[in-house]
């Protein structure tokens, strides 16, 4: 498997959120920039792309008695989002070439997206 960072799709996630917000908890906007992160893996498994996981930073899970902070991620407080994929050992040129294919078709899309609403709120 292999680890991507989502970096540059936080941050102009956060130059969204940061034009539209006037005040506000910054709780809220940084919720709003993981929710961008985790729509993009979303977008990736309808595009079928399975095996992989977005990890976001300050995601919080109680299991029994143990909380876990950056929940997901190899380590605690991991500083920012990115996602994993699993690859499956076996898989043929063509197999790769897809997922690559559709990785950057969604990578493209969500910049393309970010991009208009920075103009729009601009």
Known sequence: ???VTLDAL???????????RTGGPAADA????NDRCTKFGSMLFTRCVSGTRVVVPDKRQQIGPHAFVGFGASIDDYPGPYFTVAVALGADDAELDGFLERLGKTFAQVHKQLD???RQVD
Do not use: L, M
């Open 10 to 20: 936080a941050a102009k996630a956060s130059a969204v959120e940061a034009a539209r």
């Open 30 to 33: 940084r919720s709003a920039v």
């Open 116 to 118: 208009k609403e920075i």
């Open 1 to 3: 498997s292999f680890g």
